[in-house]
């Protein structure tokens, strides 16, 4: 099982590959293997790459 901090680093490094997407923008918490996002995107599509 990865750890918390492998996991947001993981959907880091995803964000950071997704042009479309400023991952600055958005926050990541893990907590026990779960994951809260939160942020804004610039539009409504890409909220669900």
Do not use: C, N, W, Y
Not at 10 to 24: C, K, Q, V, W, Y
Not at 32 to 45: E, F, K, P, W, Y
């Amino acid at each position: 099982m990865r750890t918390d901090s492998e996991l947001k680093a993981d959907l880091l490094d995803r964000f950071d590959a997704i042009p479309s997407i400023e991952a600055s923008d958005i926050d990541i918490f893990v907590d026990a293997g779960t994951v809260s996002l939160h942020g804004q995107v610039d539009t409504h599509q890409t909220r669900f790459l």
